[in-house]
Structures are given as structure tokens and as C-alpha cells.
């Protein structure tokens, strides 16, 4: 089907090339014009009868297209990990748990399901007081995920 029209497009095409350069052609010079017209149409038409693609805007297109898509896909995954780290960023502080800095890793399976694979925390705080408790409250809130954290007072001072 896209043989025929893509024969049918290249045949309009080049018939209206055909009249365009008749009329603009002086008389000397139209026996040539039309051998040209002649031999540019006979290669057009079995380019399209062969699949045969002479054009290069095509290919230039699609990779744009594809490199559109893929820069939409990671905004729109940026903007949903930075939603979800603010949801949950309310969650931990409906539960009195100091954080300073959250982020969000997700993951986008074969069946479009979205998870969340890893939730990073920087916590007020020392590991003693808060990490069972962040814990928990990722268990019930949010379900099994992989928690990276970092407590402010842990740090050592050596």
C-alpha cells in the first residue's frame, strides 16, 4: 500500500515539475529538459516500485524525532521523581522525621508499570533515633524499596 503511494506522490510531483519547467524552458533547450524529466521520473518510479528511499530528510527526521522523544521521556520522568520525592517527603514529616534532602529513583518496567526502586535521605538527626522508625513508616507507607541514608549527626570527626 505505501508503494502505491508513494508512486502515486512521486508521479504528481513530478508532473508538475514537468509543466513547470516546460513553460519556463526556451524551445531550444526543451528536447533536453524533457530527456532529463524523463530519465529522473523512470528512476523515481523504480526507486518506489524497489523501496528504494532517495531521500535523506527522512532519515535526519526520525533520529530528531527519536532524540525529542527520548529528552520528553526523561523530563517527564525527572518531574514525576521530583513529585513523588514531595509526597513522600510529606509523609516522613507527618511522621516527625527531620529531613533535609530526599531523592527518588524510579523505574519504568516492560508493561509501563511505574515502581520506585530507591529512596535517598539526608536526616537531622542521628541513625539511633530515626532509622527504625524511617524504616517502618517506608514499610507501611510506601512498600518494599531500597533506602540509601545519610544522618547528619553520624558523621564522624576524626
Do not use: H, W
Amino acid at each position: 500500500m505505501t508503494a502505491v503511494k508513494n508512486i502515486t506522490l512521486t508521479v504528481c510531483i513530478l508532473s508538475l515539475v514537468y509543466m513547470i519547467v516546460m513553460m519556463l524552458t526556451p524551445d531550444s533547450f526543451r528536447q533536453k529538459m524533457k530527456t532529463v524529466i524523463s530519465i529522473l521520473t523512470a528512476l523515481t518510479i523504480a526507486g518506489a516500485i524497489l523501496n528504494i528511499d532517495f531521500s535523506f530528510d527522512e532519515d535526519i527526521d526520525s533520529g530528531l524525532l527519536y532524540e525529542s522523544e527520548y529528552s520528553y521521556n526523561e523530563l517527564v520522568l525527572g518531574e514525576l521523581e521530583q513529585r513523588l520525592a514531595d509526597s513522600i517527603l510529606l509523609i516522613y514529616e507527618e511522621n516527625n522525621i527531620p529531613i533535609e534532602k530526599i531523592s527518588v529513583e524510579t523505574n519504568i518496567d516492560e508493561d509501563s508499570s511505574i515502581s520506585i526502586s530507591k529512596i535517598s535521605l539526608t536526616i537531622s538527626g542521628s541513625s539511633e533515633a530515626y532509622e527504625s522508625k524511617i524504616r517502618k513508616v517506608t514499610s507501611d507507607k510506601i512498600g518494599e524499596v531500597t533506602l540509601e541514608m545519610n544522618f547528619s549527626e553520624d558523621v564522624d570527626d576524626s
